[in-house]
T-cell receptor, first 112, second 116 residues
């Protein structure tokens, strides 16, 4: 398995602003998954984007994938204080039971 | 709703005690489950892969005699921290892939382990 490298490590924005988080990886993938972790809790799945997809939306979330650059981005529009959390990307190789490894994540703080 | 249930969510015990953590897939069968450990303000570190009906696969540096894993059924994996010491205090999280390569993994809500 390979881990994603998230950037920036920390992001602080005002409520209502957009938050853009980036992820890079090294080798080819089957899909890439974004997760959120609230303090002291487990991971919550946000979006899975397949290697043949370029963009995916879910509510206020937009994920893009550029396999040529081996990078992905997660955009949260109109952020809310409740979006304050750590965000992780997880590139997944082929195989239904492929293990996921995680980078340091991005700590997002949304100020009310 | 939660599809992976982890129990207990929080445990405090004395040094030398063995602690068992359960991870259950609620509405799907999981031949594989994963166990992670997370120290404060750090990322999740994969400890081991739990395989139903066979031995677990441990990541480098993880003591298999310290962290016993049993995956006796298609819906339950357990992690036992044997003779726990304060340095084992951490947040332990399990996950289960749904068996479809284009479906996300489901994570438990974690177990906060504090060893006094």
């Amino acid at each position: 398995s390979q881990q994603g490298e998230e950037d920036p490590q920390a992001l602080s924005i005002q409520e209502g602003e957009n938050a853009t988080m980036n992820c890079s990886y090294k080798t080819s993938i089957n899909n890439l998954q974004w997760y959120r972790q609230n303090s002291g809790r487990g991971l919550v799945h946000l979006i899975l984007i397949r290697s043949n997809e370029r963009e995916k939306h879910s509510g206020r979330l937009r994920v893009t994938l550029d396999t040529s650059k081996k990078s992905s981005s997660l955009l949260i529009t109109a952020s809310r204080a409740a979006d304050t959390a750590s965000y992780f990307c997880a590139p997944a190789n082929t195989g239904a039971n492929s293990k996921l490894t995680f980078g340091k994540g991005i700590t997002l703080s949304v100020r009310p | 709703g939660a599809v992976v249930s982890q129990h207990p969510s929080w445990v405090i015990c004395k040094s030398g005690t063995s602690v068992k953590i359960e991870c259950r897939s609620l509405d799907f069968q999981a031949t594989t489950m994963f166990w992670y450990r997370q120290f404060p303000k750090q990322s999740l570190m994969l400890m081991a892969t739990s395989n139903e009906g066979s031995k677990a696969t441990y990541e480098q540096g993880v003591e298999k005699d310290k962290f016993l894993i049993n995956h006796a059924s298609l819906t339950l994996s357990t992690l036992t921290v044997t003779s726990a010491h304060p340095e084992d205090s951490s947040f332990y999280i399990c996950s289960a892939p749904p068996g479809n390569s284009n479906q996300p993994q489901h994570f438990g809500d974690g177990t906060r382990l504090s060893i006094l």
